[in-house]
């Protein structure tokens, strides 16, 4: 599969999560503050940009992470609700390349970019399913 076959700049896709205590830093790592933690937050992000595409994939195919370059701006305690949006930026034959951004109510927390490698389900599991 060419995603440049089926994959559109422009094409876009958000999220909403309201924070759970099992998505903060706190519960990963004790004595830290139950804030929305930076991984979680990549998290959404990249569920964002799948969510964007994977309805035009072509049957058979997958994306997977290949890349972020997030910045976290500022910290959401537990129930804020987030926003996550991602937006197709590039299309190459086997990456796709988004903009991401998040927001706890108009205030910007997140901005990056992530980019998404296209796959095939069955070769993929046949290398690493198994293990």
Excluded: C, Q
Excluded at 28 to 40: K, N, R
């Amino acid at each position: 599969m060419d995603a440049r076959d089926s994959i559109k700049i422009g094409m876009n896709a958000e999220r909403i999560l309201v924070v759970p205590p099992e998505r903060t830093v706190g519960h990963f790592l004790a004595g830290m503050p139950m804030v929305f933690a930076t991984p979680m937050m990549i998290l959404e992000m990249e569920w964002a940009s799948g969510d964007a595409i994977n309805k035009y994939l072509e049957p058979g195919w997958i994306t997977v992470g290949t890349e972020v370059d997030i910045k976290h701006l500022a910290a959401s305690a537990v129930g804020a609700t987030i926003r996550t949006t991602s937006k197709v930026i590039a299309v190459e034959r086997r990456v796709i390349r988004f903009a991401v951004e998040a927001f706890d109510g108009e205030r910007k927390i997140g901005e990056g970019r992530h980019a998404r490698g296209l796959v095939n389900r069955e070769s993929f599991a046949k290398r690493f399913g198994a293990r």
